[in-house]
DNA sequence: GTTATTGCAAACCATTTGCAAGTGT
DNA sequence: ACACTTGCAAATGGTTTGCAATAAC
């Protein structure tokens, strides 16, 4: 997951943000400034239940109320600085958009791992498909289903398993 | 969505459910039975809104409860003879997953139709991908977002939208 | 000072579930 | 007869929303 090469990005997803929010007429609020820190703090997959709880009193000091979360990351999906990438446990999964190069996922059946992977190939190949169909083409999402290298060790019971 | 042809099945959509619930040691009910018929009835996407409405009184003489199409349409997709592809209006929507050759889906992001493709090539890319990644790939799920023929066109407003 | 935003609690909505009555084999 | 199913209505659980208080610009 934090093996991919990052991308130099000009501005820091704070600004992006801000940014974003003046073309909407909208206020960088101490709120919003939080979730964003929080959310861009590490390159991990997250669901908005997540971030709730990390900014929930105890924990942080800070502390944002979930309808707030929830909003924001609404905006923070149109500003192009994260996105959906899958479904899981009847929540949506989010990832980061901005600073990070375009990829897709394997994702495992059995531990549920999303597993990164460059898909410069696979994109050109759609690209191709799309044009042959007259198909203005914005993006994709791809994900692969199987059972992920650590899963296929026969043997002794799966690591990752006990986690549960 | 219906160019696609045809894979031939030996047997019918109604027998293999048959069959699936033998193994599990369940019944082939009436309800049941007017569920897969009405499913298979046409090669659309659906999402399970649409079968209850169908299956409602004034509409067909047949009538089934919410909770049992419900209950039946997770069936079915265990049974393999439909799938998920995609959210749609916080709702899932289902294909035929028996009886159709593999695709893909263009999405058209102004229209909200589904265009099928045949995905051979970006079937084997992803295979060679996986196999490089030790990853034991089962399955993928692949959309392209974008703008479709129709609405690309400019002058008149798309005749589609207005259906809204 | 305006106008956008927050937090709360209530509302929403798709989906699931407990249960008594009904049905397939 | 027995176990599986149905339909109903209530429950669930993620997400949205109305509104009064509060904060950004």
């Not at 600004?15 to 929010?21: A, Q, S, V």
């Not at 971030?51 to 009193?57: F, Q, Y």
């Not at 609404?74 to 009847?90: P, Q, S, T």
Request: hydrophobic share 30%; charged share 30%.
């Amino acid at each position: 997951m934090s093996e991919l090469p990052t991308v130099p990005v000009a501005v820091s997803p704070i600004d992006k943000f801000r940014e974003y929010l003046a073309t909407q007429g909208m206020r960088l609020t101490h709120e919003r400034s939080v979730i964003v820190e929080d959310v861009f703090s590490q390159h991990e997959h997250f669901d908005t239940d997540q971030i709730v709880e990390r900014l929930t009193p105890g924990n942080t000091g800070r502390r944002v109320s979930r309808a707030s979360v929830y909003r924001t990351v609404g905006l923070l999906e149109e500003a192009g600085l994260i996105r959906k990438v899958a479904r899981n446990n009847e929540r949506d999964v989010y990832e980061h958009d901005y600073g990070y190069p375009r990829h897709d996922h394997f994702i495992c059946d059995r531990c549920d791992t999303l597993i990164e992977f460059e898909n410069d190939r696979v994109a050109k190949l759609i690209e191709e498909l799309a044009q042959e169909t007259n198909f203005r083409m914005t993006g994709h999402r791809l994900e692969v289903y199987g059972i992920c290298e650590e899963c296929s060790r026969p043997r002794k019971r799966n690591p990752k398993l006990d986690l549960l």
